[in-house]
T-cell receptor, first 113, second 113 residues
Framework: GESVGLHLPTLSVQEGDNSIINCAYS??????FIWYKQESGKGPQFIID?????DKRQGQRVTVLLNKTVKHLSLQIAATQPGDSAVYFC????????????FGKGTKLSVIP | ETGVTQTPRHLVMGMTNKKSLKCEQH?????MYWYKQSAKKPLELMFV???????ENNSVPSRFSPECPNSSHLFLHLHTLQPEDSALYLC????????????FGSGTRLTVV
């Protein structure tokens, strides 16, 4: 069935390096994507979003890239810090008229000091 | 605090017990959601309320019963649960349906014994 998924369940990076977290989606009608961060003991927290009419969007230390041709989404974190250690989820909206988000399983990012 | 408060944070209950989870938000949001987060699985949408009216029941077993007395409060009543219902139950709110700027609570960690 249609789903949002992630290529890797875990990712370890050295503090100060850049992190790239990937997400694949299968619903070509999806028009809106969000990245969430979930720290231990907390609920998911909105990081950044992107609409399907864009290829790239930048925030503070984070960049989301969208490749609609291959249905791929990535989150890039610059100069990764220990506070970035968390599980990162991508989520997609199924298109116009839908208010439901479909979430991926998540990638656990561990930052090595 | 995110503005969405869930109580209790942890709950252990027997299969014959009846308990309730509470969610409260004072963000002025009109839509509220219950999600289930199980280990190694994506977040699963359970119920959606808009202006305190239920708009979505995602084929959730009747042993889960939601209640939304007003736009600021959401409850999840639990009875005769099964061990496989053990999970993190997350409440979220958004300004309106279709507005994906969800604010999540920290969740209730439920263990059914």
């Amino acid at each position: 069935g249609e789903s949002v998924g992630l290529h890797l369940p875990t990712l370890s990076v050295q503090e100060g390096d850049n992190s790239i977290i990937n997400c694949a989606y299968s619903n070509s009608a999806s028009d809106y994507f969000i990245w969430y961060k979930q720290e231990s003991g907390k609920g998911p927290q909105f990081i950044i979003d992107i609409r399907s009419n864009m290829d790239k969007r930048q925030g503070q230390r984070v960049t989301v890239l969208l490749n609609k041709t291959v249905k791929h989404l990535s989150l890039q974190i610059a100069a990764t810090q220990p506070g970035d250690s968390a599980v990162y989820f991508c989520a997609e909206s199924r298109g116009a008229g839908s208010y439901q988000l479909t979430f991926g399983k998540g990638t656990k990012l561990s930052v090595i000091p | 605090e995110t503005g969405v408060t869930q109580t209790p944070r942890h709950l252990v209950m027997g299969m014959t017990n009846k308990k309730s989870l509470k969610c409260e938000q004072h963000l002025g949001h009109n839509a509220m959601y219950w999600y289930k987060q199980s280990a190694k699985k994506p977040l699963e949408l359970m119920f959606v309320y808009n202006f305190k009216e239920q708009t979505e029941n995602n084929s959730v077993p009747s042993r889960f019963s939601p209640e939304c007395p007003n736009s600021s409060h959401l409850f999840l009543h639990l009875h005769t649960l099964q061990p496989e219902d053990s999970a993190l139950y997350l409440c979220a709110s958004s300004q309106d349906l279709g507005n994906y700027g969800y604010t999540f609570g920290s969740g209730t960690r439920l263990t059914v014994v």
